[in-house]
Nanobody, 113 residues
Framework: QLQASGGGLVQAGGSLRLSCAAS????????MGWYRQAPGIQRELVAT???????NYADSVKGRFTISRDNAKKTVNLQMNSLKVEDTGVYYC?????????WGRGTLVTVSS
């Protein structure tokens, strides 16, 4: 139901764009989001966007990352600029509908120094 893509290896200061395709029912009514998990660290929020377009960001990515949604394509995107080594991790797309959160497979982002 959630298919993420766009991860890869990038040098610090570079950019990557992640994309997540969602099934229609989840996308139209859910709050979409991106989370990440680095080795040995708990999964953490990166950014979320509601069906009305209201966004929320972790303090660590504010001003560098932008979450957006394309309603026609039923995708949610994460534009990541000025990447830092500490942004390295597996990024997961999520969709929360009422009290249920759905997770996609992660996509690995590696930022080298």
């Amino acid at each position: 139901q959630l298919q993420a893509s766009g991860g890869g290896l990038v040098q610090a200061g570079g950019s990557l764009r992640l994309s997540c395709a969602a099934s229609g029912g989840i996308f139209s009514s859910g709050k979409m989001g991106w989370y990440r998990q680095a080795p040995g660290i708990q999964r953490e929020l990166v950014a979320t966007i509601t069906s009305l377009g209201t966004t929320n960001y972790a303090d660590s990515v504010k001003g560098r990352f932008t979450i957006s949604r394309d309603n026609a394509k039923k995708t949610v995107n994460l534009q990541m600029n000025s990447l830092k080594v500490e942004d390295t991790g597996v990024y997961y797309c999520s969709a929360t509908v009422l009290a249920t959160t759905f997770w996609g497979r992660g996509t690995l982002v590696t930022v080298s120094s």
